[in-house]
């Protein structure tokens, strides 16, 4: 199979990633900082040394302040909760996911804030002049995606990110697509909360995601339970991470994922960035070559995290996807991609997207076989 | 090492865990239910299966009332805070863990609930009677553990069911300690919401857990996010198990659950039973003839799960704990294990007790290396 679904998670997973999941369950997997023997301490040394190194991935000084969660979704919903109070106003864009959109609906209905969505150019990228005249006394958030799953439009992040700053307002990023795919560092880009996966880019394992809080952010927890930690209290402790990662973490997952960001940094985030934007060029340039198909990505790295949207003219999405499926054996996905105001923005509520997302294990081999696919497929339907 | 900290988190996993969880990662793992090719199908039908084959280990007759959480926690604070309103009341006894007691007593500062903690007697066990005259008009909740994680004391469940049932009042066990080492079937157990880990008595690995809810029982999701349904629609959908199961699942992780599951019904759940009681009275038997040690487990496998919490007299269970573990090379737990409630109720606030959580893994050669470990400690007491 020629996998390329890896905006929905990244297949396969660097070997050390395996090997160091296994390696944790089998021979020292305990309950990370709930005992004082070995085994304990070596699973919090474990958890330890993978939230440093996701720290100093994103450069972010206080590991403290970075706590696990289940996937990017739970972190988002932790920070956007957690920071809301009624009357609140919030910043987004149209190009949103369900787990950004849909808390933020769910608050604006049951809570009571207020919601701008910033409206996107024909690829969803906002303007920023936009964001600032949206600003209002009581804007209390921008919450925006560094690159959108749909299309893989990478957002001026940091240019938000100094609107937030000066105007005195948390900026959360949506690193989801982001993380492990394109350059993010926490201070340069004046992020005050950023939420991501383990499980896409960062190539770890699924059930790991992560919420990153400035020490001045406060918020409120989600959950409550067993921290491990002032354990004669009846109510939460308000320390970091502890606040945030209530009951047993998932230790292999973690150590999985701090094994992801160690191959990524022996690799190195650049070299990956180049080699995939080859890909996506590549796959760009050979649709536009074939003809009779639509794309919704733009090709070049600086506007692209590794996706390429297309349509073949005049065919539902899902049709194009189960066929390179069935026939060639490609994987990819059609649909909305649980982001339907990003599809609203492009225009392709209706017809959904073919969406080919491109991981820094795929090939040129594997592209030249998709574009011959295209090719027959595109063909094809002009003949009918 | 000898481990004897089960109660935090299983420790070895069977084979077939491990081996199952690496298949799943290294071979077909996409994202289950969000897309339509043959790898994210492939994830799809595992994770099925391992719903299917949980659900028909609980007698859970609709595999669709089980939704997959990252720990039993999780599960917990979806089942309180999805259920309770302002002016419910809540029946709860004082053997609860931090993971029950947290959510309720936030809810009473916060949301305005009525919490009564059923006293249990010396070993936490609560008395039927006084359960039955807890109730009030505005009961709507009783929640409880089926095993304590601080003795293993066994509580009445099925008859907490059926006063539950009765009075038309929800039950939610707490199976943290239950689930996978005594036997639970929801239908005769009248059990309402049952939340539990995967990692613990179940054998699979962390980072995972579930919530079943009874079909009847409506519950508002304690999060919102992408969940592969509805993606159209900006609110969450209202259809279980996808209302409860936004983001990206565990899918190694829940495949790894349902493996463990697969080995305990291999074996078979009574013979497990039976082995780890025998193990639990030869160290229970043991301790008592040494002497100069008190014990806050009963023996017998009818009121225990497979812990036996002690303390030797005069000494803090840390420094006990350390001793064993420095020295022996035996992995326990002291302190409070996040249930100040229940300690309170042992008498042991002060002292904490030291617990040893029995696994079927463990040996009866184990358990003389811990009698002769407990014997010199306590000789070496004496003798001071």
Same mark, same amino acid.
């Given at each position: 199979?020629?996998?390329?679904?890896?905006a929905?998670t990244?297949f396969?997973?660097?070997?050390?990633?395996y090997?160091?999941v *296994?390696?944790?369950?089998k021979?020292?997997?305990?309950?990370?900082g709930?005992?004082? +023997?070995?085994m304990?301490?070596?699973?919090?040394?474990a958890?330890?040394?993978?939230?440093e190194?996701?720290?100093?991935?994103?450069?972010i000084?206080?590991?403290?302040q970075l706590?696990?969660t289940?996937n990017?979704?739970?972190?988002?919903n932790?920070?956007?909760?957690?920071? @809301?109070?009624?009357g609140?106003?919030? $910043?987004?864009?149209?190009?949103?996911?369900? #787990?950004?959109?849909?808390?933020l609906?769910?608050?604006?209905?049951e809570?009571?804030i207020?919601l701008?969505f910033?409206q996107?150019?024909?690829?969803?990228?906002?303007?920023?002049?936009? $964001?600032?005249?949206?600003?209002?006394?009581?804007?209390?958030l &921008? %919450?925006a995606t560094?690159?959108?799953?749909?299309?893989? &439009?990478?957002?001026?992040?940091?240019? &938000?990110?100094?609107?937030a700053?000066?105007?005195?307002i948390?900026?959360?990023?949506?690193? %989801?697509?982001?993380?492990?795919?394109?350059?993010?560092d926490?201070e340069?880009?004046?992020?005050?909360?950023m %939420?991501?996966?383990? +499980?896409?880019?960062l @190539?770890?394992?699924q059930?790991t995601?992560?919420l990153?809080?400035?020490?001045?952010v406060?918020?409120?927890?989600?959950?409550?339970?067993?921290?491990? #930690?002032?354990s004669?209290?009846?109510?939460q402790?308000?320390?970091?991470?502890?606040? *945030?990662?209530?009951g047993?973490?998932?230790?292999?997952g973690?150590?999985?994922?701090g094994?992801?960001?160690?191959? &990524?940094?022996?690799?190195?985030?650049?070299?990956i960035?180049?080699y995939?934007?080859m890909?996506?060029?590549?796959?760009?340039?050979?649709?536009?070559? $074939?003809?009779g198909?639509?794309?919704?990505?733009?090709?070049?790295?600086?506007?692209?995290s590794?996706?390429?949207?297309?349509?073949?003219?005049?065919?539902?999405s899902?049709?194009?996807?189960?066929?390179?499926?069935?026939?060639?054996?490609?994987?990819?996905?059609a649909?909305?991609?649980?982001a339907?105001?990003?599809?609203? %923005? *492009?225009?392709?509520?209706?017809?959904?997207?073919?969406?080919?997302?491109?991981?820094c294990?795929?090939?040129?081999?594997?592209?030249?076989?998709?574009?011959?696919? *295209?090719?027959?497929i595109?063909?094809?339907?002009q003949?009918?």
């Open positions: 199979m020629i996998y390329l679904d890896n929905a990244s396969p997973k660097p070997d050390k990633v090997e160091e *296994l390696r944790c369950m021979e020292y997997c305990a309950n990370p709930r005992g004082g +023997h070995y304990s301490i070596e699973s919090g040394k958890v330890m040394e993978a939230r190194a996701i720290c100093s991935f994103f450069n000084r206080n590991p403290m706590s696990f289940k990017a979704t739970e972190a988002l932790v920070a956007i909760k957690g920071l @809301l109070k009624a609140d106003h919030v $910043i987004t864009t149209t190009m949103e996911h369900n #787990s950004v959109v849909r808390p609906k769910t608050l604006e209905k809570l009571g207020e701008t910033i996107g150019n024909e690829y969803g990228e906002v303007d920023i002049a936009d $964001i600032q005249r949206a600003v209002k006394e009581n804007t209390r &921008i %919450a560094a690159s959108s799953n749909v299309n893989g &439009i990478i957002m001026p992040f940091r240019k &938000i990110g100094e609107i700053k000066a105007k005195g948390v900026f959360l990023l949506d690193a %989801a697509q982001g993380a492990g795919a394109i350059t993010i926490v340069e880009d004046h992020i005050d909360m %939420a991501f996966p383990g +499980h896409k880019s @190539l770890g394992p059930g995601g992560a990153y809080v400035r020490e001045n406060i918020l409120k927890e989600l959950m409550q339970g067993g921290t491990g #930690s002032n004669e209290n009846v109510f402790p308000e320390i970091m991470p502890d606040m *945030l990662e209530s047993t973490l998932n230790t292999p973690i150590v999985g994922m094994a992801g960001v160690g191959f &990524i940094n022996s690799f190195g985030l650049e070299n960035k180049l995939k934007a890909l996506v060029k590549k796959l760009h340039d050979g649709i536009t070559e $074939i003809g198909m639509k794309l919704y990505s733009k090709n070049d790295i600086n506007h692209n590794g996706i390429v949207a297309m349509n073949v003219d005049g065919i539902d899902t049709e194009i996807s189960y066929v390179l499926d069935k026939v060639y054996g490609i994987a990819t996905r649909g909305l991609h649980c339907p105001m990003a599809h609203a %923005a *492009l225009g392709t509520m209706k017809t959904g997207v073919v969406r080919f997302s491109i991981g294990f795929n090939t040129v081999q594997e592209i030249d076989l998709v574009l011959n696919a *295209l090719k027959e595109v063909l094809k339907t003949n009918n």
